[in-house]
Structures are given as structure tokens and as C-alpha cells.
């Protein structure tokens, strides 16, 4: 699979979050061209903080594999960036690669693990590589479906900074 394919399967499985009334976050593990982890954030129906999509797909991904001997790397894609928290469950669950669609300039883990730099010894906990703007506009547009149908919260007004970035020129009016 090819990451514009990875990560678009990820906005599907976040396009299924987006009809279950949850925040449009979609995430998928594959090894070789075989999805073996998938979820959307789950928050509203598990009444839970910590149910992430990327946690939840490296969850199911991680109960497929066990400790047996992988055939093909573990990627990651989703269709916004991770925060410092999933990247470290990524590490652990040792993802060779991460794909985004949007960025995440105020919680985003990029940074952080560009900056990783683990001791000899941990040398296996290493960041993945990570390449993002994966059709960031297709998930952008998700999160602005979202907003449209939600009440004004500090979460609402979080994910419009994703929609519209300060700074960003605003688009044109249709008329």
C-alpha cells in the first residue's frame, strides 16, 4: 500500500467516527499491504479520555501480533498528527513509519520526535519516520464537517484551529 492509500483508508475509518458522532480521527496499522489494526477516537461512547484512534488501532494491532516475528514493517497512518503520547505507544509497539493527513501545531509529537535521541542500549526505542500533509485537505474538510455539527466548546474551538490555522488566509466567499 502506498501511504496516499494508508491514509486514506484512515480518513475512512475516521469518516465512520464523523457518522458515530465522535471526532473525525482515524488511524490504521499495516504490515506488508494488510490493515491489522483500525479505530476512531471513541471518546462519547466510552465516556473515556484515553481512546484515541491511533491507541486503539496499535491496541488491536498489538493483541494480532504478540511477540511474534514480524514479516513486514509496522506503519501508522492517521489523518492527524500524532501527539507525544501516541508516538511513544508507537515506539513501544516499535512502528517503523508514521503518516498524517493534518497537522497539530498545539499537541502534535512531531517535534518531539525529531528531537529523540534514546541512550545505546534503548536503541530499539527509536521514533519512527514520519511524513505528514498526506491529503491534508480531505481531512481538513472532515474536521469542518465536525464543526458544523457540533455545539461551541473548547474542543469545537480547539479543532477549528485545525480547520483554519491562525494565520492562514481565509478562504475566498462562494457567492
Not at 35 to 41: D, L, S, V, W
Not at 53 to 78: F, S, Y
Not at 117 to 145: K, M, N, Q
Request: hydrophobic share 45%; with cysteine; net charge negative.
Amino acid at each position: 500500500m502506498t501511504p496516499d492509500e494508508m491514509v486514506r483508508a484512515a480518513l475512512e475509518v475516521a469518516e465512520a467516527g464523523l457518522a458515530a458522532g465522535e471526532q473525525p480521527i482515524g488511524a490504521v496499522v499495516v504490515m506488508g499491504d494488510e490493515i491489522i489494526g483500525r479505530a476512531y477516537t471513541q471518546e462519547k461512547a466510552r465516556g473515556r479520555r484515553l481512546v484515541h484512534a491511533d491507541l486503539l488501532a496499535m491496541i488491536e494491532a498489538d493483541e494480532a501480533l504478540g511477540w511474534r516475528r514480524r514479516p513486514h514493517p509496522l506503519r501508522l497512518p492517521v489523518n492527524l498528527e500524532p501527539c507525544v503520547m501516541r508516538l511513544g505507544t508507537a515506539m513501544a509497539l516499535r512502528v517503523d513509519e508514521v503518516y498524517f493527513a493534518l497537522e497539530s501545531p498545539d499537541d502534535g509529537g512531531v517535534a518531539v520526535a525529531a528531537n529523540w535521541r534514546p541512550d545505546r542500549e534503548l536503541a530499539w526505542f527509536s521514533a519512527p519516520s514520519i511524513v505528514g500533509g498526506i491529503l491534508r485537505e480531505e481531512s481538513r474538510d472532515l474536521f469542518r464537517r465536525y464543526c458544523a455539527t457540533v455545539p461551541d466548546s473548547a474542543m469545537r474551538r480547539w479543532i477549528q484551529t485545525l480547520v483554519d490555522p491562525p494565520g492562514r488566509a481565509a478562504p475566498a466567499p462562494v457567492e
